[in-house]
């Protein structure tokens, strides 16, 4: 089993950064993909941006893109994964869950538990 855990989130204004971590723990594997994701409040929940083992690199390209605003990034040593969030907008509310995929495209089999990032405008 793997557990995930985010933290960093909170009330930041309009502008602002944050930096999510999510620590994982438990079984490894050596191809696996880690992920964020957020969820609106009445949205369904969508992708933001994913790291794969070898170090690929992937953000959405959604309407209010990410690209340019956040940077995933990972420390090995410490099993975890981040995202810097910069230049906040009051759309980037929502909660945030990390995911992991173990072997690098058989899908996001385990989640964490989400962290709130509400951004004030």
């Known amino acids: 089993q793997v557990q995930l855990v985010e933290s960093g989130g909170g009330l930041v204004q309009a502008g602002g950064s944050l930096t999510l971590s999510c620590a994982a723990s438990?079984?490894?594997?050596?191809?696996?993909?880690m992920a964020w994701f957020r969820q609106a409040p009445g949205k369904e929940r969508e992708f933001v941006a994913a790291l794969t083992w070898s170090g690929g690199i992937y953000y959405a390209d959604s309407v209010n893109s990410v690209k340019g605003r956040f940077t995933i990034s990972r420390d090995n040593a410490k099993n975890t994964v981040y995202l810097q969030m910069n230049s906040l907008k009051p759309e980037d509310t929502a909660v945030y869950y990390c995911?992991?995929?173990?072997?690098?495209?058989?899908?996001?089999?385990?989640w964490g538990q989400g962290t709130q990032v509400t951004v004030s405008s």
């Open positions: 995911a992991l995929d173990p072997l690098g495209g058989s899908g996001y089999e385990f």
């Open positions: 438990g079984r490894v594997f050596s191809r696996y993909t």
